[in-house]
């Protein structure tokens, strides 16, 4: 309700950014390909072993879990698949760090987006993960380095030996605690991120509350919350903002 479109930014940087990567552009279809696969994973019966190292799912129950209801629950739908697209292309980074694979859908979305950007992607699940992995070598992208664990034990080791991420995606271990943990890691670091993008940040009162310090913190020039995607930015030329964005 307190959202606004492109009538209501003023910022040229913002402005610019909302008009080439969160609104909708013409002609912004789907990958084919990818949406091959995605389908695909829809209609699988296999079933995995459900381990889950972060906060745990409302949906993902059991001791093992079919691939097609993770395919549906945990999966970035098509239109905010698209939005990492497009985020993605706008920002050209030349390196992505992405928390929480899953089955690699958004990954290929943001391999798509940045052919020549390395993109590092850790899932915490080892089975989920060769999953992900059989997609990424069907679909051709080379650019893609899957890495495997909790978040924790591999950001420490993998930081150091790859080059700073221009672009952060997290989506897994919502809870507060892990996700002001995570944005220290990237915000203190000597060479930040352009921009950090956080996944469900309505997730839990937790998640809600961590975004909420975030967009607080000095070195945050400008926060946007998507409702169901929280971005910030950390852009020294900017007059510090937080916009609600219509999506």
Known sequence: MKSVNAHGIHSPFLYDFYTRAIAPA????????????????LHSHARVPNIDLGAGSRRNKGADIEVRHIASVSVKPVREARLLHRIAAWLKPRCILELGTSLGISTLYLADACPHAEIHTIEGNPYIRNLAVQNFEKSGFVNILSHEGNFDEVLPVLLPKIAPPDMVFIDGNHTYEATLRYYGMFAGAPQRPACIIFDDIYWSE?????WTEICARPEVTLSLDLFHMGVVFFNPGLTKEHYYIRY
Request: proline residues 0%; negative net charge.
């Open 26 to 41: 013409r002609g912004d279809h789907s990958l084919q390909a990818v949406e091959t696969l995605r389908n695909e994973m």
């Open 206 to 210: 937790g998640m809600q509350q961590a």
